[in-house]
């Protein structure tokens, strides 16, 4: 089996971070993960990148988590992929499957809607994944719900409490939604967390078709 964290961030990008791109990548290799996603907060979320920079300013210092994770799985052995975590209004959702070139391409994403992001994404052939959909914190106004907007649903988050977790899985079996988990991670304590597969992932594309298609996954917990 071969083991993917989801959800995880670096202090290039994310401002609630503390561990870097290279250090999330090292302590992953450590735990015996076969590859990680990069999912750092985008700029409606909390995020470190100013806001009056130029977009491809912007998006180049956006990726910096990312491409030093990249840097050293590369020279460890360790796959890195590429997404983020874009926010509206309190609600949370991780992106796969586009790059940085796609971004550069895109500006008025910053102000997408929810669902005007799922249609974009889902055309690009990426994904949308619901984010820890029913944590209840203080700085989420509400908790809102997109069966309609969203290829699945992050069921396990390791940085929830496991009655927002378990809210999660009985949302995704009532909307028939697909799952994933993610440890979240954000610092160096690493939490392990995310899924195993079956088989070595070439690409991002890999994860987007286990869970567009729904082949088997066990989830890390």
């Known amino acids: 089996m071969y083991k993917y964290e989801t959800h995880l961030h670096t202090k290039e990008c ?3 971070a503390t561990a870097s791109g290279e250090y999330q990548a090292e302590a992953y290799k450590d735990a015996g993960y076969t590859g ?3 999912t750092d907060h985008f700029f409606r979320g909390n995020t470190n990148i100013r806001r009056d920079l130029p977009w491809e300013e912007r998006i180049n210092l956006f990726c910096k988590g990312y491409e030093n994770a990249k840097k050293r799985g590369d020279e460890i052995g360790l796959d890195v992929f590429f997404g983020w975590e874009e926010t509206y209004e ?3 959702f991780l992106i ?6 796609w971004m550069l391409a895109h500006p008025e994403m910053e102000y997408w809607t929810i669902r005007e992001q799922f249609e974009a994404v889902d055309k690009a052939g990426g994904l949308v994944i619901h984010a820890h ?3 209840d914190r203080p700085y989420i106004p509400k908790i809102r719900l997109f069966p309609n907007h969203v290829h699945g649903v992050e069921i396990y988050n390791a940085s929830n409490f496991q009655e927002e977790n378990d809210e999660a899985f009985m949302y995704a079996k009532k909307y028939n939604l697909p799952v994933t988990a ?3 991670s954000h610092h160096h304590n690493i939490i392990c967390s995310g899924i195993e597969c ?3 992932w070439k690409s991002i594309q890999d994860y987007i078709k286990i869970i567009k298609k729904e082949k088997p996954i066990t ?3």
């Open 219 to 221: 989830l890390i917990y």
């Open 198 to 200: 079956k088989e070595k």
């Open 96 to 101: 796969y499957g586009l790059d940085k070139e």
């Open 90 to 92: 309190g609600q949370d």
């Open 182 to 184: 993610g440890s979240d």
């Open 133 to 135: 959909p029913f944590r």
């Open 36 to 38: 990680i996603i990069i």
């Open 14 to 16: 994310s401002l609630c």
